[in-house]
């Protein structure tokens, strides 16, 4: 089975692993940007969740065979949460043949 994982952005997927910052359970009424649900309605609706960091992701190396990104602010950049979703991260988390769908567009096949 192919474990795929949605790096923060907006749009939780169902079915695949969706990771977001701390700030979904720490401030105070977020909402998905999509479905306006919380971190508990989703997680109640069968959605998986990583919260972690984007700079140190608690995964192994080569794991993912897909990275999803969807609507994120600029990759390798700060924001006012803190550093955005790192390509070194999704580099070191593909595995072989491995690809990086940004917005739908396949951006990266990790070799």
């Known amino acids: 089975m192919a474990f795929q994982i949605n ?5 939780e997927i169902s079915g695949v692993l969706n990771q977001q910052g701390r700030w979904v359970v720490t401030a105070f009424g977020w909402r998905s940007s999509q479905t306006g649900e919380s971190i508990a309605e989703l997680v ?20 993912a065979d897909e990275v999803i990104t969807n609507n994120i602010p600029p990759v390798d950049s700060i924001t006012w949460l803190g550093p955005t979703v ?17 917005n739908g567009v396949v951006r990266f096949i990790k070799p």
């Open 86 to 102: 790192q390509s070194s991260e999704i580099r070191r988390i593909l595995k072989s043949g491995g690809r990086w769908i940004h």
């Open 44 to 63: 109640r609706s069968r959605h998986d969740f990583l919260i972690a960091d984007n700079v140190a992701l608690p995964l192994p190396d080569r794991v």
């Open 7 to 11: 790096l923060g952005g907006e749009g």
